[in-house]
């Protein structure tokens, strides 16, 4: 299985794990900014990259979660 249901076994850790899976994206589109443009800027793009990350990490641990319910 790709995803072991133990690291979405509470919220709180599934809310942890996709602010910093958010925020990798962010880093890295902001490398990326510097690389290409020359400066850092914190565009749309920048956040829409971040939501997107975030929400898909709480959907995918969501779907996990429906599929193998925590023991209790």
Request: charged share 15%.
């Amino acid at each position: 299985m790709l995803f072991s249901a133990r690291a979405f076994r509470t919220w709180g850790h599934i809310l942890v794990g996709a602010s910093l899976f958010a925020m990798s994206f962010i880093v890295i589109m902001l490398a990326a900014e510097q690389v290409v443009e020359g400066g850092v800027r914190f565009t749309r793009a920048t956040k829409a990259i971040g939501g997107a990350a975030f929400v898909g990490y709480v959907g995918t641990a969501w779907l996990v979660r429906r599929e193998h319910p925590p023991p209790g």
